[in-house]
């Protein structure tokens, strides 16, 4: 059954293929409480996101091929997005013994990464880079240099000072963009390098670009929004007026990592999308179970669950007039299939109501992760149908009655 | 209200001839004004000049936890000591007897006074606490929803008793 | 005096006006008048009960809390990190929902983490005073540090007070700037710059602060000096060489004292590492106002507790 977008065009609504999202946490094996293959899959659709890339950071890490088979055979039966497996680079990601890289690409991984785990040991990455070529792997990135961010939960600046939170300074993540750029080189491999989050990175990696180095790079829906303000209260878009409006200092939901930045730093990631600096948005999806948040900011685990937000955050900076939409769309869609060397699937469509806004309610979301600091938040856009292989997924419950409502 | 004054100091020198152990004390916010104006009235008939003192019974209110927000809390001062002292107490208007109670209640924790004694410019009656005033300057009839405003001219910027009666339910 | 105040918590004064602030300041007035009594008791809150839940260790802060707590005649009810389930791993949502079970009206938190009396705040019904929260603030020492440099100085209007040491990991910094600012008064930092904020020395600093690295300079002609302790972790962690080039080069004595308006006092909020940051002849010498601040440090509390405490949320004048 192929997919008939007509009756939504001619309701006025948007149809567009399915999203990719090379970045999420789907948490199983081993944190099942936080999240599932199923609920993350799920999540996942109710984002617009038809096919999402799982991390290896579970319990145990996916780091060989029986592992990533599982994965494959859970997502399968999940009924949701296509699940694509990224395996570690390390063994227990423990950034020591590189893991059997070819045979996890046979199994079915499509990126490794030891993400939230920078390879701290350069010569170890040089060796991964070097070894990924004959694995056509692609190796993803998180770019953090550890000693630099230290025990920092948020962005190092004059609200962290305010606040009395330890930063992480922008040169964390610069300083180790600039060390994995310079081993690209080295190793003659290619490098994805996610999450990017300073106005520094994006520009080494355009001038990088600029030099053929053959480096790509995705950014979060989150730093594309939301600014260190957040930590100290603010509700207030990068894209509103700024206002001192503190209401809700010190929630847990607004820490992640990377952390969220300055306003000029959102501006410059806007910047990386519309000149094609930026590949990809990717989630970052982190969802946590409530015991993970519900401590002192400081003992927060980091991240945002993000799948079910993206849009109407991506969709605030085209109204800003910060990127076209056509440059978003392409890195929600053909940009990180690029990145991941495959071609976009065929059939793989959603239909966004742009204009319906919205209240987010942690109990409406799918994902078991209810923590992002937009609960409670107005937003404007919203997918209102999703097709995978021309299959109808959301045409049930109140997804149903948004579309009939229009 | 000038010859009020006048005849209440005249009373309390009369009471207490020993004008060395006598002290005076007004309520904030407008008996430590009637206060001072009593102690000149003493220092200009007798030539002495009697130790003057204001307290603040904010803190020691029976209703603190009851009237719904913080009243503000002026500064005391009693600037002697109060053993073996005749105090007495100056206030506007002596309607319950609570504001008296707190404020004895204060005055002894300053020491333990030989005698404390009670001066108001209006009784207006309604008592509820087993309370006097030693001096009177005019007793006012009046219903117990009735309001007794004095205006002084240290504090509101004019001398006037005012009497305002409850608003009777149509 | 047209008093402002309608909060239901102290967690910082970072967004009080100069009215709130000198709001408290007048009452605390009134808090030391009552403390120089014979009988250092007023009854106000008789029948209420204030906790004391200090999660990291602090003798000083929960005396002068009790102290200010007993002399409004409040029961205390004490909850140490060593006397609580902390210790045993429960954890801070556990134990603000057990505060909040026990019923007090006003609960004085102390914890290692910043922001973590926002964190309790959310979840219970009691007034919460944040006594010191990790890096972040102490708002009660930041009023009774104004309330001190105003007894001394009288009206700090354009006045330039130094704060000197370790910024970087000073709550007591961040409230004393945010409470001497909105009175009048120009802060100058002084200190290590790896213990400064680099976004204050580096052009982000708050509104009416300026970092001077050169201490002496930032000593001349100011009109008051607070020091700041200085934790003796921070030479393990790397962030000083040795105490022994700290004192030399940051710390307070009686020669750095002369850089200073005449007369111009010295504050420190303890405990002091006598010759490490200040000397012991300016710690204890006529300029000091060390003592002074411990006294009506008790009297600022009281103040707050009173207004927390005794009114649902507002201070109004009374005609009663």
């Not at chain 1, 209240?359 to 923590?371: H, R």
């Not at chain 2, 209440?8 to 005076?24: K, W």
């Amino acid at each position: 059954m192929s997919f008939d977008r007509r009756p939504f065009e001619a309701r006025g609504l948007l149809v567009v293929p399915g999203f990719i999202d090379l970045h999420a946490h789907l948490r199983e094996p081993g944190f099942e409480e936080s999240e599932t293959i199923a609920t993350g899959a799920r999540a996942a659709l109710r984002g617009g996101f038809t096919t999402v890339c799982a991390m290896p950071n579970t319990e145990p890490a996916i780091d060989a091929p029986g592992l990533v088979a599982q994965v494959v055979a859970r997502a399968a039966s999940a009924a949701g997005a296509r699940v694509l497996p990224i395996a570690a680079i390390t063994r227990g990601r423990r950034g020591a013994e590189l893991c059997d890289l070819v045979e996890l690409a046979a199994a079915g991984a499509v990126a490794f990464s030891d993400d939230g785990a920078p390879v701290s040991d350069a010569g170890l990455f040089r060796h991964a880079l070097e070894y990924s070529r004959i694995a056509g792997a692609l190796i993803v990135e998180h770019p953090q240099d550890l000693s630099l961010s230290a025990k920092g939960v948020m962005h190092e600046g004059s609200v962290s000072a305010e606040l009395g939170l330890a930063g992480m300074p922008a040169a964390a993540e610069e300083a180790a963009v600039a060390r994995d750029l310079a081993l690209v080189k080295l190793a003659g491999a290619r490098l994805h390098l996610t999450h990017l989050s300073t106005a520094g990175s994006v520009e080494l990696v355009r001038r990088a670009k600029a030099e053929g180095v053959a480096v790509t790079c995705d950014v979060t829906p989150h730093h594309l929004s939301l600014t260190d303000e957040w930590v100290a209260g603010s509700r207030t878009f990068a894209w509103e007026r700024a206002e001192r409006n503190r209401a809700m200092p010190y929630d847990a939901n607004t820490k992640v990592n990377p952390p969220l930045r300055s306003r000029a730093d959102v501006r410059a990631l806007w910047a990386g999308i519309a000149d094609g600096t930026v590949d990809a948005i990717a989630t970052d999806h982190a969802p946590h179970a409530s015991i993970r948040k519900e401590v002192e900011f400081d003992q927060a685990a980091f991240g945002i669950s993000g799948l079910e937000t993206a849009l109407p955050l991506v969709l605030g900076g085209v109204r800003a007039g910060w990127a076209s939409w056509d440059a978003v769309l392409a890195a929600l869609t053909t940009g990180p299939a690029r990145v991941l060397g495959v071609p976009p699937p065929k059939d793989d469509w959603i239909v966004i109501d742009a204009d319906a806004e919205w209240t987010l309610d942690g109990e409406a979301l799918i994902s078991k992760g209810k923590n992002t600091p937009l609960l409670g938040a107005k937003l404007t856009g919203r997918v209102v149908e999703v097709a995978v292989d021309g299959d109808l997924k959301l045409n049930e419950g109140h997804a149903a009655e948004a579309v009939g409502a229009r | 209200m000038r010859r009020a004054l006048a005849r209440i100091g005249h009373e309390i020198v009369e009471r207490d001839r020993d004008l060395s152990r006598l002290a005076i004390v007004g309520i904030r916010a407008r008996g430590d004004a009637l206060a001072a104006r009593l102690c000149e009235t003493i220092r200009a008939n007798e030539g002495v000049e009697i130790p003057l003192g204001a307290i603040d019974i904010t803190l020691y209110r029976d209703d603190l936890t009851r009237v719904g927000y913080a009243p503000v809390v002026r500064e005391s001062a009693i600037p002697f000591s109060v053993d073996d002292r005749v105090l007495v107490l100056v206030d506007d208007v002596l309607f319950t007897g609570r504001t008296i109670r707190a404020a004895m209640d204060a005055l002894v924790d300053y020491g333990r006074p030989r005698a404390i004694r009670l001066a108001v410019l209006v009784d207006r009656g309604h008592r509820e606490l087993p309370i006097r005033a030693d001096f009177v300057g005019k007793n006012v009839p009046t219903a117990i929803d009735d309001d007794v405003r004095v205006h002084l001219v240290e504090v509101d910027g004019r001398d006037e008793v005012e009497l305002v009666k409850a608003e009777v339910p149509v | 005096m047209n008093p402002q105040w309608s909060r239901r918590h102290v967690l910082d004064t970072d967004d009080w006006s100069r009215a709130e602030i000198e709001t408290v300041l007048d009452q605390s007035r009134a808090m030391v008048e009552v403390l120089s009594r014979p009988i250092r008791r007023a009854p106000a809150l008789r029948g209420r009960t204030v906790i004391l839940f200090f999660a990291e260790a602090s003798t000083r802060t929960r005396v002068s809390f009790e102290l200010a707590a007993k002399a409004l005649s409040a029961d205390v009810t004490n909850i140490t990190a060593t006397g609580s389930s902390l210790e045993k791993g429960e954890s801070l949502y556990d134990t603000a929902r057990t505060l909040e079970a026990l019923g007090g009206d006003v609960l004085v938190m102390r914890h290692a983490s910043s922001g973590a009396p926002y964190f309790v705040a959310r979840r219970t019904s009691a007034a919460v005073i944040n006594a010191g929260d990790g890096t972040h603030a102490h708002p009660s020492q930041g009023l009774l540090d104004a309330f001190t440099l105003r007894e001394a100085l009288g009206d700090l209007e354009g006045k330039r007070i130094a704060i000197v040491g370790d910024i970087l990991h000073s709550r007591v910094a961040r409230s004393d700037i945010h409470t001497l600012v909105p009175l009048g008064a120009r802060i100058t930092l002084s200190g290590p710059p790896t213990l400064v904020p680099a976004a204050w020395r580096c052009g982000q600093p708050p509104s009416g602060v300026t970092y001077e690295p050169d201490v002496d300079r930032a000593l001349d002609g100011a009109d008051a000096a607070i020091v700041l302790r200085l934790q003796r972790e921070r030479q393990q962690a790397g962030l000083l060489p040795s105490l022994r080039e700290y004192s030399r080069v940051w710390g307070i004595d009686v020669g750095r004292m002369g850089r200073m308006r005449a007369g111009a006092p010295v504050m420190h909020p303890g405990p002091m590492n006598e010759g490490v940051e200040i000397d012991a002849a300016v710690a204890h010498g006529s300029r000091s106002l060390i003592e002074k601040q411990v006294t009506n440090g008790v009297a600022v509390r009281m103040a707050l507790l009173y207004l927390l405490a005794a009114g649902s949320a507002a201070l109004l004048e009374d005609r009663a």
